[in-house]
């Protein structure tokens, strides 16, 4: 009786610690060295091509289990980078971003849907200029591979969207600047994770 409870406490133990190395190996933290957010908006006839140099998150990814993916991340709105400092400090200007009174812009995946193969529709919240919004994001999935390094599992996609500025109370709706400013904003976010 007692090598039987002990061999099911032993198989319990086993499975309890398989699971949480399961778990565990499809969780990661956004590699930020490897990854970027960058968006792209109408100029007056022609485009800025910008980026946030600060962003911090994780994401679940197991392979052939779509309804377990999620995603979250935190973005320094302070850290916008277009090249120009002028226009820079301008986009963290009340004018637009307003990064003193909202520092951070942020995203929730809520549902992965339309899964076929290595494509997907991410959908999920995403916060601007304290305004949040349901977006919807073409996925790319990259997949997992063992690290070359050694260090660990990393798994990598690429996300792209569109969003309207106007939505957000990001810059103004009239006015020259208006004039000069697109309202539709084109996201494209690559990511590399590292396995927790």
Do not use: C
Not at 15 to 25: M, S, W
Not at 34 to 43: A, C, E, L, M
């Amino acid at each position: 009786m007692r090598l039987t409870r002990k061999v099911t406490v032993a198989v319990l133990g086993f499975g309890i610690l398989a699971l949480t190395n399961y778990v565990r190996a499809a969780d990661f933290n956004i590699d930020p060295s490897h990854s970027s957010v960058t968006f792209r908006i109408k100029h007056v006839i022609g485009k800025v091509v910008g980026h946030f140099d600060k962003f911090s998150g994780t994401f679940s990814y197991d392979a052939g289990k779509p309804e377990t993916w999620s995603a979250m991340a935190s973005i320094d709105a302070n850290s916008v980078n277009t090249g120009i400092e002028k226009r820079d400090n301008h986009l963290r200007s009340p004018d637009f971003f307003d990064v003193q009174k909202f520092p951070t812009l942020a995203f929730k995946s809520t549902v992965i849907t339309d899964v076929q193969g290595d494509k997907a529709k991410l959908h999920g919240d995403l916060t601007i200029h304290g305004v949040t919004k349901p977006v919807v994001l073409d996925l790319d999935i990259a997949g997992a591979v063992k690290d070359p390094m050694g260090q660990g599992t990393r798994a990598g996609a690429s996300a792209t969207g569109h969003l309207n500025r106007l939505d957000y109370g990001v810059g103004p709706a009239t006015g020259p600047i208006a004039g000069m400013v697109g309202n539709d904003v084109e996201i494209t976010i690559e990511v590399e994770g590292i396995g927790k």
